[in-house]
């Protein structure tokens, strides 16, 4: 499985973004996928993960803000970001997961302006 991450960029506090991971391979329904992020500075922490039943859990920092889905027909998952922080600044990474499969995307950075 490879995973492609996109839809970083700059936005002002308050605003929205959507990420996109698309991954490679067959097996995209049976994966748990997952959102991370990583600020400068600080560890890499679960922001939201989404099962392969649609089970979503989120990062209490980003509950109510941020939705995490997927679509089994286009092996993709999504990371909606709305109210936008400063402190949400920082490189998305998603991760797809499924026994001892653990693979990681490149990363998008996000920035958030005060």
């Known amino acids: 499985v490879q995973l492609q991450a996109s839809g970083g960029g700059l936005v002002q506090a308050g605003g929205s973004l959507k990420l996109s991971c698309a991954a490679s391979g067959t097996i995209f329904r049976l994966l748990t996928m997952a959102w991370y992020r990583q600020a400068p500075g600080k560890q890499r922490e679960l922001v939201a993960s989404i099962s392969s039943g649609y089970r979503s859990n989120y990062a209490d920092s980003v509950k109510g803000r941020f939705t995490i889905s997927r679509d089994n027909a286009k092996s993709t998952v999504y990371l909606r970001m709305n109210s936008l922080k400063p402190e949400d600044t920082a490189v998305y990474y998603c991760?797809?997961?499924?026994?001892?499969?653990?693979?990681w995307g490149q990363g998008t950075l996000v920035t958030v302006s005060s």
């Open positions: 991760n797809a997961a499924l026994r001892s499969l653990d693979e």
